[in-house]
């Protein structure tokens, strides 16, 4: 088995294979064909062969676990451009470590609410060789067909998450004429940390989890066209962390190129609060004093430190220094993100895109992600930018008494109520299929009017006023600021 990638060192080749080959189970490791799988499952692909699998979307064909990139501990990736013989994708990738790697989620109260939501059940594996992807396309779809992408980076963060939890696992985009595509990254310290020896030795540090997004976006527009999709017209979309990283890229002249669209739900906006990147050196010290925790003199042996010990010398100097929030995250690298994200959207300098942005009720702060989100959609009206549809949902969803948590309206977007535990309704399924109608029109054309649904109007200086989806019929309208102050302040969101 051999990959290419556009610039190997001989360390990222030894870390991708040696991991993968310690991993007892599949990981995108190419093989001769199974029997019993036919050969409309396979694609010729710029990098070569590729074998998918059936989905629970009749006529939608899957390829799990693409290898889209390889990286050595604190190094950016380097994008694949080949590999020899046939890609077995029928399975996917590892998830990169994270906290959950290390202890039993059902056993933590804390985590259990999403464990028991999105996990329960599921095996997942971990390890630092996580760049894989995941796409699902129309089985008819030629390299002709030109369809939209939808390319979806999941939230958790910075410091948790995959690409096919339940609620990502069959997208319902495919069956709709649009490329779904997943995605993992790297989190958490393996993602985020900044030290002065890597930027003394690359140039530059931080932002790695991007550099994956970024590696994985430009994978996608090499090699989408091979899958029927059109690779100038992606659509980038992400959920919490996720939409934080789109809009990361949003303000990044390096994936200025690849971005025709975008969607970010709540963790949309640009304030002092939240959305901003602090300078790697602000965190130096911290870092350093991680790896004076877990035992290392140097960088050689801060990168051959196991994981584990790795993650538990960053909590450790958490719960000693009292750091609170979300420190694992964007920074201003100077390359990735030029310079302070306030700087580059007051000098206008954001991308030129329609965008679709919004939050639920019960979400994490309600109120203020809210006007976070509306506050953009208005900096990209005053700037003249592509239009901006906003939107509220606040469904309760049925099996609790949690309503519209933060999280929630992911079932809906991606059609994939029957993944869940809960005793969705015909209610759902219809508001399901309003949903992810709006988005894939949205996908389509950067408009997510179409027929047969309620007309959704952007913000304008005049109109603002948001789509509400949920509870009552959709329509146009201005949810209470008092009543999501009151949520805030009175009832705990699940997410936090």
């Known amino acids: 088995m051999r990959l290419c990638a556009s610039r190997y060192t001989e360390r990222q080749i030894y870390l991708a294979f040696s991991i993968t080959r310690r991993m007892p189970v599949k990981t995108g490791i190419l093989h001769k064909a199974k029997r019993g799988m036919t050969m409309k499952n396979i694609i010729e692909t710029p990098c070569g062969q590729i074998r998918g699998c059936g989905c629970q979307w009749p006529g939608v064909t899957a390829f799990k676990g693409i290898r889209y990139a390889t990286a050595g501990r604190f190094e950016y990736p380097q994008i694949v451009t080949h590999w020899d013989g046939e890609y077995d994708a029928t399975a996917y990738g590892n998830c990169c470590y994270q906290p959950r790697s290390f202890y039993?989620?059902?056993?933590?109260?804390?985590?259990?609410?999403?464990?028991?939501?999105?996990?329960?059940?599921?095996?997942?594996?971990?390890?630092?060789?996580c760049l894989f992807l995941n796409?699902?396309?129309?089985?008819?779809?030629?390299?002709?067909?030109?369809?939209?992408?939808?390319f979806y980076i999941h939230g958790g963060g910075f410091t948790g998450g995959c690409g096919h939890e339940k609620h990502f696992d069959g997208p319902v985009w495919a069956s709709k004429g649009i490329i779904a595509v997943t995605i993992n990254y790297r989190l958490g310290p393996l993602g985020f940390l900044c030290l002065p020896e890597l930027a003394a030795e690359a140039g530059h540090t931080g932002n790695y989890g991007l550099f994956d997004q970024l590696a994985a976006l430009r994978w996608v527009s090499e090699n989408i066209t091979a899958f029927g999709g059109d690779a100038k017209n992606i659509t980038l979309m992400g959920q919490s962390a996720g939409a934080m990283s789109v809009q990361q890229h949003l303000l990044s002249p390096l994936s200025r190129p690849y971005v025709a669209k975008a969607v970010m739900s709540s963790g949309c906006g640009v304030n002092k609060m939240f959305g901003s990147a602090n300078p790697p050196e602000k965190s130096y010290d911290f870092w350093h004093q991680v790896m004076k925790a877990a035992?290392?003199?140097?960088?050689?042996?801060f990168r051959v430190l196991p994981a584990e010990d790795l993650f538990a010398a960053m909590d450790k100097?958490?719960?000693?220094?009292?750091?609170?929030?979300?420190f694992c995250a964007p920074c201003t690298d100077g390359v990735f993100t030029p310079k302070a994200p306030l700087d580059i959207v007051a000098a206008g300098e954001q991308a030129d895109v329609p965008t679709m942005v919004g939050t639920n009720s019960e979400d994490m702060f309600p109120p203020i992600l809210h006007n976070m989100a509306k506050g953009w959609c208005k900096t990209q009206y005053a700037a003249g930018k592509g239009p901006s549809y906003a939107y509220?949902?606040?469904?309760?969803?049925?099996?609790?008494?949690?309503?519209a948590w933060h999280s929630a309206d992911l079932w809906y977007w991606f059609g994939t109520l029957k993944n869940g535990w809960r005793p969705f309704t015909e209610k759902d399924e219809e508001l399901s299929d309003q949903m992810s109608g709006y988005l894939v029109n949205f996908a389509r054309n950067g408009n997510p009017n179409g027929e047969g649904l309620p007309a959704w109007k952007p913000i304008t200086k005049e109109q603002g006023k948001v789509l509400c989806l949920g509870e009552k019929e959709t329509r146009m309208g201005k949810p209470g600021a008092l009543k999501m102050y009151a949520t805030m302040l009175t009832k705990k969101s699940v997410g936090e």
């Open 135 to 150: 796409v699902w396309m129309p089985e008819n779809a030629t390299p002709e067909s030109n369809l939209p992408v939808l």
């Open 392 to 403: 509220y949902f606040d469904r309760k969803l049925p099996g609790d008494k949690n309503g």
């Open 104 to 129: 039993d989620e059902e056993q933590v109260p804390e985590k259990a609410f999403y464990y028991n939501e999105f996990r329960k059940g599921e095996t997942y594996t971990y390890s630092e060789d």
């Open 295 to 301: 035992g290392c003199g140097d960088l050689a042996a």
């Open 317 to 326: 100097m958490k719960k000693e220094q009292n750091v609170k929030g979300m």
